[in-house]
C-alpha cells in the first residue's frame, strides 16, 4: 500500500513537471523555467576543520600531496563561504536567480561519515544556508554528494566497498529529516563518471587509486545501487510529507562521430553508453547496465583470464530498485569531442573497453580549461540525444559554463552563454526537448579541483589574495541578470 500511494504520487511529480515545451517565441523561456547558479561545497567552504567538520578525501590528499595541485592550491579556505555566504545569496541576487543549486559537506554533517557522531554546528550551516536563500525567495537545489566523501570512509575502501551504499543512505536520511521541510530539488550524486575516475587514477581525483579498469567499476556499482536506495527511502518514508523531487546529475561531452562512416556512429553510440549510459541506462531505462557496456567489460574480462567480470552484476532486486528511481534528468553539460573507433587507455580500463579514441577539432575555440572547447551546436544536439534515449523524464540542466582566467571584462563568458542559451531554446522550442530548468556554473569563481585557482568559472570575481575573499561582479553577471529577468536570449546569438 505505501508503495503504491508512493509509486502514484511519484508519477504525479514526474507528470507536474512535463509541460509542453513550445509556445513561445524562439527565444524566450517557457513559463515556468527555472534559472540558477550552482556551485558545490569543497569548492567554495573553506573551514576545512571548523566547528567539528571531519576530513574528506579531498582534503586528505590536497594535504598529503600538494604536488598534484596547480601551485599547491587546496580548499582549507577557497571562497570561505562558510562564513560569507550570506554574500553568495546576495550574487544570486544580483544575477535574478530564482534557484540555487549547492552541496552539503557529508563530513560536515557526520565527521566519521557514520551515525556515531552527528555535528550539530553542520546542520546548523547549512539551515542558515536554505533559510537565507528561502527570505529572499530563492529555492535551494542540494547535491548530497558533490565527490567528498568522509576520509574515514576512504580508510576501509570508499566507493568500491559495496556497503558504502548503506551509509550513504543514512546520510541521505539525515538529510530528508533535517533539511526536507524546506529543500524540495535533491540531487544524489554529481557526476560519477567524473568521481569514479578517484578510482582510477593517480593524482586529479580524490582519494587517487590507481585501479583502472576495476575500482571505477566497483564505485559506479556501488553508487548505483546507493541512489536507488535513496530514492526508494524518499518514496517510502519522505514523499509524501516533503513532497519534492530527487534525481541524479550525470555529465558528458556531446561526442561527435569524427567521419561521417558506421563505424564512427558505432564509436559514438559505445562512447555514449560507457561515459553516460554506464549510469543512465540502470536509472532511467532497464535497471541494468547497457549490453554493450556488459559485454565488452565481460569478454575483455574473460580474456584477460579472471574468473569474474571486472564489472559487477545487479541482483534482480537490486534492478527494480534502481529502475525508475529518479524524477528528472540532471545533466552537465560544457563541451563536445569527437569520436572514432581505436585502442585508447591502459589495459585493462573503462577506456580500453569501450574502443573508442576521442579528440577535439583544433578549429574549435579552447577556454582557458584544457577539455573545454567553445561548440554550442553540440549543446542542442546532446539535449536532443538525452531526450530520445531517456524518454518519460524531463531534464534540467544542472551545469553549463565556461572557464577563462578571472578577469572582470570576461567577454569570452558573455558569448559562452549567449550562443548555448541559444542552442538550448532551439532544443526547446523548435525540437520539443522537455528542459525545466538551467543552472549556471558558476556564480562565483571557486577551487577547480586540481587546477586549483588558475581555471576560473564565476559570473562574480573571488579575490583569493585578500582574506575578505572579495566578490566582485563581471560584466557576464550583468548579462546574465538580464537574460535571467527578462526570461529572454538576446536575438542576435540566434544568428
Ligand atoms: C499560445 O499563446 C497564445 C498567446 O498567448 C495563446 O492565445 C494560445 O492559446 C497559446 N496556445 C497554446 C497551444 O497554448
Ligand atoms: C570477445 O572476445 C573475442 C576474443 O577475445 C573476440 O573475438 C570477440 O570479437 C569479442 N566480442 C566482443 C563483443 O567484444
Ligand atoms: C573541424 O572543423 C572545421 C571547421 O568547422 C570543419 O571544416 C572540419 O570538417 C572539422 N573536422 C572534423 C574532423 O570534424
Ligand atoms: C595573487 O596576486 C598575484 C599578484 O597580483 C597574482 O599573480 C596571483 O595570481 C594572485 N593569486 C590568486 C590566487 O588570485
Ligand atoms: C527583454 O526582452 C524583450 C522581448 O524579447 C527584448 O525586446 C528586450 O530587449 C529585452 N531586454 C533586455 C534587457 O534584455
Known amino acids: 500500500m505505501a508503495r503504491g500511494l508512493a509509486i502514484l504520487l511519484s508519477t504525479v511529480a514526474v507528470i507536474h513537471l512535463v509541460r509542453a515545451a513550445s509556445n513561445s517565441t524562439l527565444n524566450q523561456f517557457p513559463d515556468g523555467f527555472l534559472l540558477g547558479a550552482a556551485t558545490a561545497a569543497y569548492q567554495i567552504e573553506g573551514a576545512w576543520n571548523e566547528d567539528g567538520k571531519g576530513e574528506n578525501i579531498w ?10 595541485t596547480n601551485n599547491g592550491a587546496n580548499g582549507d579556505v577557497a571562497c570561505d563561504s562558510y562564513h560569507k555566504y550570506a554574500e553568495d545569496v546576495e550574487a544570486l541576487k544580483g544575477i535574478g536567480a530564482e534557484v540555487y543549486r549547492f552541496s552539503v559537506s ?10 556515531d557522531v552527528i555535528n550539530q554546528a553542520g546542520i546548523d550551516y547549512y539551515n542558515n544556508v536554505i533559510n537565507l536563500l528561502l527570505e529572499n525567495g530563492i529555492e535551494p537545489m542540494v547535491t548530497m554528494y558533490h565527490w567528498d566523501l568522509p576520509q574515514a570512509l576512504q580508510y576501509i575502501g570508499g566507493w568500491p566497498n559495496p556497503l558504502i551504499a548503506d551509509y550513504f543512505v543514512e546520510y541521505a536520511r539525515i538529510l530528508f529529516e533535517n533539511f526536507g521541510d524546506r529543500v ?14 578517484g578510482y582510477s587514477s593517480v593524482g586529479y581525483q580524490a582519494p587517487s587509486q590507481n585501479a583502472p579498469g576495476i575500482g571505477n567499476y566497483l564505485a559506479a556499482h556501488t553508487l548505483i545501487r546507493a541512489h536507488g536506495k535513496v530514492y526508494r527511502l524518499y518514496d517510502q518514508q519522505f514523499r509524501a510529507t516533503q513532497n519534492g523531487r530527487v534525481g541524479i546529475t550525470l555529465s558528458t561531452d556531446w561526442y561527435e562521430p569524427a567521419e561521417d562512416t558506421e563505424a564512427c556512429v558505432e564509436a559514438q553510440r559505445r562512447m555514449f553508453e560507457f561515459q553516460l549510459g554506464l549510469y543512465a541506462h540502470p536509472i532511467y531505462v532497464d535497471g541494468d547496465y547497457p549490453a554493450v557496456v556488459r559485454e565488452r567489460v565481460d569478454n575483455n ?12 552484476s545487479f541482483t534482480e532486486e537490486e534492478k527494480q530498485e534502481i529502475r525508475g528511481s529518479s524524477d528528472f534528468f540532471g545533466l552537465n553539460a560544457y563541451t563536445t ?12 580500463s573503462l577506456e580500453l573497453d569501450s574502443g573508442v579514441i576521442r579528440f577535439y577539432n583544433e578549429s574549435w575555440p579552447v577556454s582557458s580549461a584544457i577539455w573545454l572547447r567553445v561548440v554550442p551546436w553540440g549543446f542542442r544536439k546532446l539535449l536532443n540525444w538525452v531526450a530520445t534515449e531517456y524518454q518519460g523524464y ?7 559554463g565556461y572557464a577563462d582566467t578571472g578577469e572582470l571584462d570576461d567577454q569570452g563568458r558573455i558569448s559562452y552563454y549567449g550562443s548555448y542559451l541559444a542552442e538550448m531554446l532551439k532544443a526547446v522550442n523548435e525540437d520539443g526537448v522537455n528542459v525545466f530548468g538551467y543552472m549556471a556554473w558558476s556564480i562565483i569563481d571557486n577551487l577547480e579541483w586540481a587546477s586549483g585557482y588558475a581555471v576560473r568559472f564565476g559570473l562574480y570575481q ?3 589574495n585578500s582574506t575578505d575573499r572579495t566578490r566582485t561582479p563581471k560584466a557576464s553577471a550583468s548579462f546574465m541578470g538580464d537574460i535571467y529577468r527578462n526570461k529572454t536570449v538576446p536575438e542576435e546569438y540566434f544568428q
Not at 524531463?394 to 553549463?400: A, D, G, L, S
Request: glycine residues 6%.
Open 59 to 68: 582534503d586528505h590528499m590536497f594535504h598529503e600531496h600538494p604536488e598534484y
Open 337 to 348: 569531442s569527437l569520436v572514432m573507433p581505436g585502442e585508447s587507455g591502459t589495459s585493462p
Open 106 to 115: 557529508w563530513s560536515r554533517i557526520l565527521p566519521t561519515g557514520d551515525l
Open 301 to 312: 574480462s574473460r580474456a584477460e583470464g579472471r574468473p569474474r567480470s571486472r564489472l559487477p
Open 462 to 464: 573571488v579575490d583569493f
Open 394 to 400: 524531463p531534464i534540467i540542466v544542472t551545469e553549463n
Open 184 to 197: 524540495k530539488w535533491w540531487i544524489t550524486f554529481n557526476e560519477p563518471s567524473v568521481f569514479t575516475s
